[in-house]
């Protein structure tokens, strides 16, 4: 026969730790299912809607693109988000730029197209400076085709300072006689860049192009250089001229040969793409008086090279530079045939045979 409870008497301990326990257990499951629908809900995707641009700066963290998603409604709570992106190993390969994202897109659909930095095309600008441009023209061009202020550009180009990492040009010489202080490191190349592009982010982007085109020359340039004794300023004042002399690629190295053995000869080079230069206006044909210009850049009256470049060299010319032809001429005369090829002599008698007979072929 069973003993009854004595009224009053107090339930057994274990019972009791189990209840304990069960509570426990019951209160953790409930607090673990509240957590984990918490995690659902603001890690899934929000209402769908139109499509918003968003821009993500450079140097943004991880954390801050996510609030910036949850400000544009594409996420549902950035704090989540960030943990998530953490736990996930993300964030790290987020690229800068603006982007376009719908709110109701899945999360990882954010993330894969952050990682592949999948932006919107942004608005550019596109011009062609030609080869043998001087900065003047350059200047007009792009003001012409309403892409800057000439004077502020031109009021940039002679200013003694860095632009960006560009290198090249801080080889240019602190000279008073520097018609224009940029001539001859304007690359000469197709642009395409940001339509709010300012007169010196295209300097800068033009100044940069003159560094990678040098890089791209052929290994050892600047042990050509050195042996020539010339400097990067100098090699970038003889391609200059033979730029505005030479039409075809072949006679590049040719009149290169030619403008260093007259400086060794030495001769003054009487150049008359110099005289232009220095009259800023180009004439068709110059006259007599032309030629006793007083100026630097005046070869008829100078010995030696002018102070710096008289135009944009392309990168054939600056090889010619680097490489001339090893020859003896001292003279060349253009053909007058329309082939715009010229006649070298080594004596001035040649030269003047060779005036002789380009007349005779005068189209």
Same mark, same amino acid.
């Given at each position: 026969?069973?003993?009854?409870?004595?009224?009053?008497? +107090?339930?057994?301990?274990?019972?009791?730790?189990?209840?304990?326990?069960?509570?426990?257990?019951?209160?953790?499951?409930?607090?673990?299912?509240?957590?984990?629908?918490?995690?659902?809900?603001?890690?899934?995707? &929000?209402?769908?809607?139109?499509?918003?641009?968003?821009?993500?700066?450079?140097?943004?963290?991880?954390?801050?693109?996510?609030?910036?998603?949850?400000?544009?409604?594409?996420?549902?709570?950035?704090?989540?988000?960030?943990?998530?992106?953490?736990?996930?190993?993300?964030?790290?390969?987020?690229?800068?730029?603006?982007?376009?994202?719908?709110?109701?897109?899945?999360?990882?659909?954010? #993330?894969?197209?952050?990682?592949?930095?999948?932006?919107?095309?942004?608005?550019?600008?596109?011009?062609? #400076?030609?080869?043998?441009? &001087?900065?003047?023209?350059?200047?007009?061009?792009?003001?012409?085709?309403?892409?800057?202020?000439?004077? +502020?550009?031109?009021?940039?180009?002679?200013?003694?300072? @860095?632009?960006?990492?560009?290198?090249?040009?801080?080889?240019?010489?602190?000279?008073?006689?520097?018609?224009?202080?940029?001539?001859?490191?304007?690359?000469?190349?197709?642009?395409?860049?940001?339509?709010?592009?300012?007169?010196?982010?295209?300097?800068?982007?033009?100044?940069?192009?003159?560094?990678?085109?040098?890089?791209?020359?052929?290994?050892?340039?600047?042990?050509?250089?050195?042996?020539?004794?010339? *400097?990067?300023?100098?090699?970038? &004042?003889? @391609?200059?001229?033979?730029?505005?002399?030479?039409?075809?690629?072949?006679?590049?190295?040719?009149?290169?040969?030619?403008?260093?053995?007259?400086?060794? @000869?030495?001769?003054?080079?009487?150049? /008359?793409?110099?005289?232009?230069?220095?009259?800023?206006?180009?004439?068709?044909?110059?006259?007599?008086?032309?030629?006793?210009?007083?100026?630097?850049?005046?070869?008829?009256?100078? /010995?030696?090279?002018?102070?710096?470049?008289?135009?944009?060299?392309?990168?054939?010319?600056?090889?010619?530079?680097?490489?001339?032809? /090893?020859?003896?001429?001292?003279?060349?005369?253009?053909?007058?045939?329309?082939?715009?090829?010229?006649?070298?002599?080594? *004596?001035?008698?040649?030269?003047?045979?060779?005036?002789?007979?380009?007349?005779?072929? *005068?189209?």
């Amino acid at each position: 026969m069973k003993k009854k409870r004595r009224k009053g008497q +107090k339930p057994r301990v274990w019972l009791i730790n189990l209840w304990v326990f069960a509570s426990l257990v019951g209160l953790m499951a409930l607090v673990a299912g509240g957590a984990a629908f918490y995690l659902w809900y603001n890690l899934g995707p &929000t209402p769908k809607g139109e499509m918003k641009q968003v821009t993500i700066t450079r140097g943004m963290s991880a954390n801050s693109v996510a609030d910036l998603l949850e400000e544009n409604g594409i996420i549902k709570n950035g704090f989540v988000f960030s943990y998530y992106l953490k736990l996930k190993d993300e964030g790290a390969k987020f690229q800068a730029g603006t982007y376009e994202l719908q709110p109701g897109m899945d999360k990882s659909d954010v #993330i894969a197209k952050l990682n592949a930095g999948d932006t919107i095309a942004e608005e550019t600008i596109r011009f062609t #400076i030609p080869e043998g441009f &001087t900065v003047l023209q350059i200047a007009d061009k792009l003001a012409a085709d309403g892409l800057i202020n000439k004077d +502020k550009f031109l009021e940039l180009a002679e200013t003694d300072r @860095a632009w960006g990492d560009a290198e090249a040009v801080r080889g240019v010489p602190k000279s008073d006689k520097l018609h224009k202080r940029l001539e001859g490191y304007l690359f000469p190349e197709t642009y395409e860049m940001k339509k709010e592009s300012t007169e010196e982010d295209i300097i800068t982007r033009m100044v940069s192009e003159t560094d990678r085109k040098l890089s791209a020359l052929p290994e050892g340039w600047q042990d050509a250089m050195e042996a020539s004794g010339r *400097t990067l300023h100098e090699i970038l &004042t003889i @391609a200059s001229l033979v730029e505005r002399e030479v039409v075809v690629d072949e006679e590049r190295a040719l009149v290169a040969g030619v403008i260093y053995n007259r400086i060794k @000869a030495p001769m003054r080079l009487q150049i /008359d793409a110099t005289v232009q230069y220095a009259l800023d206006t180009p004439k068709a044909r110059l006259s007599l008086s032309d030629l006793e210009i007083n100026s630097p850049y005046n070869t008829y009256k100078i /010995d030696g090279l002018p102070p710096g470049p008289i135009a944009s060299p392309s990168i054939a010319s600056i090889e010619a530079a680097l490489y001339p032809a /090893d020859t003896k001429y001292l003279f060349y005369v253009t053909k007058k045939d329309g082939t715009q090829t010229h006649l070298f002599a080594e *004596t001035f008698k040649e030269h003047q045979k060779n005036i002789a007979l380009s007349e005779k072929t *005068t189209q």
